[in-house]
């Protein structure tokens, strides 16, 4: 079974920093990107950023500037950088993983991370 295992969220200050990290668990050969996500209460999911396995980024232009993503392929992990927090960047923040095949052969399209809440609020 492939899991993505998020951590790192929690409460900041307007202007503090955050890590969010996402660990890909299971009998996995490839995935071909990874993604953030984010949803405030009441409003639709967005991406925050993406990464390829290739390692090209996107972000969001809200974002640019101040969040990072990076991966370590070899660890199967997926980290967010969250600088300079500010409390319109309060939302669960989910993981997402495309194209994964497994050892076996088996390939999933998609598979999401159970979210971590980051609160920014002073």
């Known amino acids: 079974q492939v899991q993505l295992v998020e951590s790192g969220g929690g409460l900041v200050q307007p202007g503090g920093s955050l890590r969010l990290s996402c660990v890909a668990s299971g009998s996995i050969s490839s995935i071909n990107g990874l993604g953030w996500y984010r949803q405030a209460p009441g409003k639709p999911r967005e991406q925050v950023a993406g990464?390829?396995?290739?390692?090209?980024?996107v972000y969001m232009d809200s974002v640019k500037g101040r969040f990072t993503i990076s991966l370590d392929n070899a660890k199967k992990t997926v980290y967010l950088q969250l600088n300079d927090l500010q409390p319109e960047d309060t939302a669960v923040y989910y993981c997402?993983?495309?194209?994964?095949?497994?050892?076996?052969?088996?390939?999933?399209?998609?598979?999401w991370g159970q979210g971590t809440l980051v609160t920014v609020s002073s």
């Open positions: 990464i390829t396995d290739g390692g090209s980024t």
């Open positions: 997402n993983a495309v194209r994964v095949v497994t050892m076996d052969g088996t390939s999933y399209p998609q598979i």
